[in-house]
């Protein structure tokens, strides 16, 4: 057995120190020292890359690289968010470390078992330190009922899988993993989850920081070796930290985030962090029984009045990524009973509303004081965009109205301090994208330049 020492790893941040202190000199945080045993192992290793280094010049740089050659998920949503020029070649690349976070039943490992279904590679190693293999099996099941479906109705593309490719592993001992994959050789791993693997050279428990460190780099370094793509599963705490904290970022090449309320179906899937494409993509996805639906048109989810106009609803667009996508916003502005109105926002910032609000009384002279304002976003949609800020605004001016905006418009721009309507990046794509959709009436600059002449044009100020 290697030669070992110990060390204290900070559970909060996972610095380490040669002793236990009770206060983390690093992150401040007390009583987060665990002691954890280090093997010497890890630095022979490093001792022989050091030796393999190898320098290169420019043009020997510029010579070899080429693009990455890409791999489909056989999911259209999650290639997109893993990267790769339009359309043809899209996916993950060779060799490349991709965490995949989610709270607990947002459906990360479903996504996943799908991807081992669907993607044809030869040979999937599938190991799951939580489920059993029957667990596993009824998810396939239900995934392959729907394959099966498609398979039956010939559209484009569609193979039937072939399962004996499929295989799993029970273990949660990460070098017993890495001894598979290296007697096994397979084109594809999936490590189920993370937190979950341990390794019998350190003592601390499996999830601690110190095991999933020395997990992730060993299974990283054994994906690196043989050019295995390899997913790992990692369970997000109820704060939105993936467990095992910020450790793992440096160690993956990707980090991708899977979220979505547990009332509805919509799921989407971000990447945090990418070194081998853009962190600007989502992947929009309809979790259903037999797992996730690629929705090449999100537009629809987030729309709810799109053909009768309704007082209170504006429909604006956003960019995710660099797809347009239209989006309901609702406003609701009743009388209000307090003293300090409330000011309540789903999927919006509270500190847009506020400011809103605030030019609204000022430069409209709607009498927003005495009102209680709640502005929604439609299908659980979040965003932060300032492209949204003139849709708010005209929401909330409808809603104390009580008269819409004519169908079919969509409110594109950002609301300065003073009440004017400035430009937004992106703007004629997203013009573009709204006609698409069958949304002719774009209020934007420059045809608009102030809050204030939009609301007493469409009669929004009683
Ligand atoms: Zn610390």
Redesign the pocket.
């Known amino acids: 057995m290697a030669k070992s020492k110990s060390v204290f790893v900070?559970q909060?941040?996972?610095?380490e120190y040669p002793r236990w202190e009770g206060r983390?000199g690093?992150?401040?945080?007390w009583n987060?020292l665990v002691e954890e045993v280090k093997s010497e192992t890890a630095s022979i290793s490093s001792i022989h890359q050091a030796q393999s280094v190898k320098i290169t010049t420019f043009p020997e740089v510029v010579q070899g690289s080429r693009p990455q050659t890409r791999i489909s998920t056989g999911i259209a949503e999650f290639d997109r968010v893993l990267g790769g020029s339009n359309g043809s070649a899209m996916g993950m690349v060779a060799g490349a470390v991709m965490l995949i976070g989610g709270e607990p039943g947002v459906g990360k490992s479903t996504l996943l078992t799908q991807m081992a279904i669907k993607s044809h590679f030869e040979s999937v190693l599938y190991v799951a330190g939580e489920e059993s293999p029957s667990q596993i099996s009824l998810r396939i099941n239900r995934i392959l009922e729907k394959e099966q479906q498609n398979y039956k109705s010939k559209k484009p593309k569609n193979k039937l899988p072939k399962l004996e490719n499929l295989k799993f592993l029970s273990s949660t001992n990460v070098d017993a993993v890495v001894m598979a994959i290296v007697k096994h050789k397979p084109k594809l791993v999936i490590v189920d989850s993370i937190q979950t693997m341990k390794t019998d050279d350190l003592r601390g428990a499996a999830g601690s920081v110190g095991q999933v460190r020395e997990s992730a780099e060993r299974l990283t370094e054994v994906a690196k070796r043989l050019n295995v793509p390899l997913f790992l599963v990692g369970h997000v705490t109820k704060e939105g930290q993936l467990a095992g904290p910020k450790v793992l970022e440096h160690i993956v090449d990707s980090v991708l985030e899977l979220t979505g309320e547990r009332t509805s179906e919509l799921r989407l899937l971000r990447a945090v962090k990418n070194r081998f494409g853009a962190t600007d993509e989502v992947g929009v996805f309809q979790l259903t029984e037999f797992g996730f639906d690629s929705v090449t048109n999100p537009t629809e989810l987030f729309l709810e009045h799109a053909d009768q106009p309704v007082s209170g609803s504006v429909t604006v667009c956003v960019m995710e990524g660099t797809r347009p996508l239209l989006v309901e916003i609702q406003a609701l502005a009743v009388r209000s009973q307090l003293a300090m109105p409330r000011r309540v926002g789903r999927g919006v910032d509270l500190a847009k509303i506020q400011i809103i609000t605030a030019v609204l009384q000022k430069y409209s002279r709607i009498p927003l004081n005495n009102y209680d304002v709640f502005v929604s976003l439609a299908g659980g949609y979040v965003t932060k965009e300032p492209s949204i800020d003139l849709g708010v605004a005209l929401a909330i001016a409808s809603s104390m109205a009580g008269k819409s905006l004519p169908a079919h418009t969509v409110c594109i721009g950002e609301v300065g301090l003073l009440g004017e309507i400035r430009g937004v990046s992106f703007l004629e794509r997203r013009v573009k994208e709204a006609k698409r959709l069958g949304f002719p009436n774009i209020i934007a600059k420059p045809q608009n330049t102030q809050v204030e002449a939009v609301i007493k044009k469409y009669g929004l100020n009683k």
């Open positions: 900070c909060q941040c996972g610095h983390c690093n992150c401040g945080a987060t």
